[in-house]
T-cell receptor, first 113, second 108 residues
Framework: DGGITQSPKYLFRKEGQNVTLSCEQN?????MYWYRQDPGQGLRLIYY???????QKGDIAEGYSVSREKKESFPLTVTSAQKNPTAFYLC????????????FGPGTRLTVT | GQSLEQPSEVTAVEGAIVQINCTYQTSGFYGLSWYQQHDGGAPTFLSYNALDGLEETGRFSSFLSRSDSYGYLLLQELQMKDSASYFCAVKAGTALIFGKGTTLSVSS
């Protein structure tokens, strides 16, 4: 079955540690996105990539980094510079210009204490 | 700045019709999308409007008026499983902006 996978579903880290969230898709989509969702809030765009080896900052990129070495993979690193990292992180993908219809993974709930 | 406004909560009973409004203030507007998210789950795409008018997909319809910077999602024949959060989203320039979501509660 085609889809997007994110792992792990729950992640716990201590303050000061970097952590990498995995996102893999087998939909053959060109574009991939990372969002952050806080309780009672909408999704906020962290980074997006429209093609391999290229990515752009979204609205809240500070304290995060990404890479896009393969079409299928778009990992997100939450660095120790991110002041409030505890959140629900969602990865999505779409066809090249199909930003309007995005397919989301199940999300990773990160808790930093 | 750029913003989307939608009601925070809507309640309805099974079988009823409900409308969730979305007003936006953006530059370089391309279109309006709607997503559904069940509690703790992933958002799923419902519909997209690039042009004025009504788009119908089964029990769900979506409307856009570009001149009024306004759109809505219409849900008909409500079912308990429609209880979820509904988000409108717009692309303005290179940014994709989501509203804060409307929580729909359907009761029997």
């Amino acid at each position: 079955d085609g889809g997007i996978t994110q792992s792990p579903k729950y992640l716990f880290r201590k303050e000061g540690q970097n952590v990498t969230l995995s996102c893999e898709q087998n939909l053959n989509h060109d574009a991939m996105y990372w969002y952050r969702q806080d309780p009672g809030q909408g999704l906020r765009l962290i980074y997006y990539s429209q093609i391999v080896n290229d990515f752009q900052k979204g609205d809240i990129a500070e304290g995060y980094s990404v890479s896009r070495e393969k079409k299928e993979s778009f990992p997100l690193t939450v660095t120790s510079a991110q002041k409030n990292p505890t959140a629900f992180y969602l990865c999505a993908s779409s066809t090249g210009q199909g930003w309007s219809e995005q397919y989301f993974g199940p999300g990773t709930r990160l808790t930093v204490t | 700045g750029q913003s989307l406004e939608q009601p925070s909560e809507v309640t309805a009973v099974e079988g009823a019709i409900v409308q969730i409004n979305c007003t936006y203030q953006t530059s370089g507007f391309y279109g309006l999308s709607w997503y559904q998210q069940h509690d703790g789950g992933a958002p799923t795409f419902l519909s997209y409007n690039a042009l004025d008018g009504l788009e119908e997909t089964g029990r769900f319809s979506s409307f856009l008026s570009r001149s009024d910077s306004y759109g809505y999602l219409l849900l008909q024949e409500l079912q308990m499983k429609d209880s979820a959060s509904y988000f409108c989203a717009v692309k303005a320039g290179t940014a994709l902006i989501f509203g804060k979501g409307t929580t729909l509660s359907v009761s029997s």
